[in-house]
């Protein structure tokens, strides 16, 4: 049961890293900074490690 709330948190963690990146990104567009594309890079490969945590935690629990 512990092991299946930190599998939530780490996730959880993954998506607000995700998304604050992607404000970061936005606010960087406005602000006319070019460093805007590391942080929507980033921003993306956050989501896909929050979205294969899921799949992976999903596989699990069929299996």
């Known amino acids: ?3 299946n709330n930190k599998e939530k948190l780490s996730f959880i963690c993954y ?3 995700s998304i604050c990146f992607y404000i970061s990104s936005i606010i960087e567009i406005i602000s006319k900074d070019r460093n805007w594309v590391v942080n929507l890079c980033l921003g993306s490969a956050f989501l ?3 979205t294969t945590h899921l799949n992976k935690d999903k596989n699990g629990k069929s299996k």
């Open 48 to 50: 896909c490690l929050s």
């Open 15 to 17: 998506l607000v890293a």
């Open 1 to 3: 049961m512990k092991k």
